[in-house]
């Protein structure tokens, strides 16, 4: 299950993903993304499982400027071995 949370101080949009996320769900971030603007970053504290393919879109969020929020060792490890 994915649910997503969006909060934003003014100046910059948070995007909490909770839960579960596969491939299927990335139109969805990308959507939630573009409607948050040029400044967004996504909280990934209660992300629990991905698929290469969500490690893939991370990277490539986060080599285009998208902090990553809390994101948990093993995927930051395994996007680390992804960009690679």
């Known amino acids: 299950m994915l649910k997503l949370e ?3 101080d003014g100046e910059r949009s948070a995007i909490r993903i909770i839960g579960r996320v596969r491939s299927e769900h990335l139109g969805e971030i ?3 993304m573009r409607t948050c603007g040029d400044n967004v970053l996504l909280d990934l504290e ?3 499982i991905v698929d290469v393919e969500v490690v893939r879109f991370l990277a ?3 080599k285009e ?3 990553l929020l809390y994101c948990s060792p093993y995927i930051r490890e395994w996007i ?3 960009s690679r």
Request: aromatic share 0%.
């Open 6 to 8: 969006r909060t934003s």
């Open 30 to 32: 990308a959507n939630e």
């Open 60 to 62: 490539q969020c986060e």
């Open 46 to 48: 209660e992300l629990t």
């Open 80 to 82: 680390s071995r992804e």
């Open 65 to 67: 400027g998208t902090e």
